[in-house]
């Protein structure tokens, strides 16, 4: 099974106003990274948080993760249209070379 | 070029033969990943080399699947008897060392497959 799961699934916002997406994950890990595709092609990497930070910021993204509750979150700010994608997060199995991906949110702001 | 390379961009293909997908990683980059992407749905992993070796092959569908790297570089993936629910994007990845170290992987465009 997936080891990450997004929510919400999609999510349609105004352009300037704040986008929150959702991780959960299953078992323990090394780090979590936050991914963006756009038209169902090839990935490109945001952000990645190491298990032992809480907090980080990358320009408008900040992104958080609670190790005690496996989840973590990711927050796009005063969001333009550009930023209309899908976004996934990922997540290594520890002591696995394996990256597993969630399911996604893909994420419209209208202009 | 500088970022990892996948061939062919698009294939279609009649159920029942065999096609070979090809990947160029970043030069350097000794990890490599295989995804599927069918539409609208996430990355299902598929396999991970380190090296021209292996580790995990759990992750393949069924044994029409496999993948081998050569040199440390370019890495095929073959699929035998096709059938259509093999339809899909197949993502190709390299990072300079497995994703559990920290590393940031980066991803090829993909290579399309339609099976009819």
């Known amino acids: 099974s997936q080891q990450g799961e997004e929510d919400p699934q999609a999510l349609s916002i105004q352009e300037g106003e704040n986008a929150t997406m959702n991780c959960s994950y299953k078992?323990?890990?090394?780090?979590l990274q936050w991914y963006r595709q756009n038209s169902g092609r090839g990935l490109v990497h945001l952000i990645l948080?190491?298990?032992?930070?809480r907090e980080k910021h990358s320009g408008r993204l900040r992104v958080t993760l609670d190790t005690s509750k496996k989840s973590s979150s990711l927050l796009i700010t005063a969001s333009r249209a550009a930023d209309t994608a899908s976004y996934f997060c990922a997540t290594d199995r520890s002591n696995t070379g394996k990256l597993i991906f969630g399911q996604g949110t893909t994420l419209q702001v209208k202009p | 070029g500088a970022g990892v390379s996948q061939s062919p961009s698009n294939k279609v293909t009649e159920k029942g033969k065999d096609v070979e997908l090809r990947c160029d990683p970043i030069?350097?980059?000794?990890?490599l990943y295989w995804y599927r992407q069918s539409l609208g749905q996430g990355l299902e992993f598929l396999i991970y080399f380190q090296g021209n070796s292996a580790p995990d092959k759990s992750g393949l569908p069924s044994d029409r699947f496999s993948a081998e790297r050569t040199g440390g570089s370019v890495s095929t993936l073959t699929i035998q008897r096709t059938q259509q629910e093999d339809s899909a994007v197949y993502l190709c990845?390299?990072?300079?060392?497995?994703?559990?170290?920290?590393?940031?992987?980066?991803f090829g465009e993909g290579s399309w497959l339609t099976v009819v």
């Open positions: 948080i190491r298990s032992n930070e």
């Open positions: 078992t323990s890990i090394n780090n």
């Open positions: 990845a390299s990072s300079p060392g497995l994703a559990l170290s920290g590393n940031t992987i980066y």
């Open positions: 030069s350097g980059h000794t990890a």
